[in-house]
């Protein structure tokens, strides 16, 4: 069963508080791209309703209809990623790593560093260097945990068969027609 770009928005939306059962890759990055370009229409609306008053970049700051949808989807995002962690066949707890990053930034003393220094532009390059070496291990822990979670979100379905847990069992699982 093929899903199209109206049913993946219209089922993400619909199951935002379902946190069981599956979610098939097509479900997943159809609804991504629902919020992609949602958000690129909404940041537009909120150029024309609170111009940055000369600022040389749109995206300097979120825009009031940009913020409340964005709140607004955080739960159906949520909802539809976990589901796809399961059609994956893996446990919604690796979404956790996405603490990892923090934990880094407050092991190797970035908040210290934040609350203590302003970079300007007469910062020497030793506060430089020492905010680069709070920043690097926050950054690359960051970079290393989507790289992880977007690796997941490519695999394709794995039913209960192949020792899925998540998927139903004996029947068509929900992502039988994104084997692929």
Avoid: C
């Avoid at 690796?151 to 994104?178: C, M």
Wanted: glycine content about 10%; hydrophobic content about 45%.
């Amino acid at each position: 069963m093929k899903i199209t770009f109206a049913g993946a928005v219209k089922s993400g939306l619909k199951n935002y508080s379902n946190f069981k059962g599956t979610a098939t890759r097509a479900e997943f990055w159809y609804f991504y791209l629902f919020g992609v370009l949602l958000n690129i229409v909404l940041s537009t609306f909120d150029s024309f309703i609170s111009p940055q008053g000369g600022s040389s970049s749109m995206m300097t700051s979120a825009g009031p209809l940009y913020t409340l949808v964005n709140i607004a989807l955080v739960i159906p995002n949520l909802s539809i990623g976990i589901r796809r962690f399961h059609d994956a066949g893996f446990s919604a707890k690796w979404l956790l790593l996405w603490l990892l990053p923090v934990v880094v930034f407050f092991i190797t003393g970035g908040v210290s560093m934040a609350s203590g220094m302003t970079l300007s532009s007469d910062s020497s390059d030793a506060q430089v260097l020492a905010a680069l070496a709070f920043l690097i291990p926050t950054i690359l822990a960051s970079a290393a945990v989507g790289v992880f979670q977007l690796v997941i979100q490519l695999l394709r379905t794995k039913t209960h068969e192949e020792g899925n847990k998540y998927a139903q069992p004996g029947g068509e699982s929900s992502g039988a027609g994104d084997q692929g």
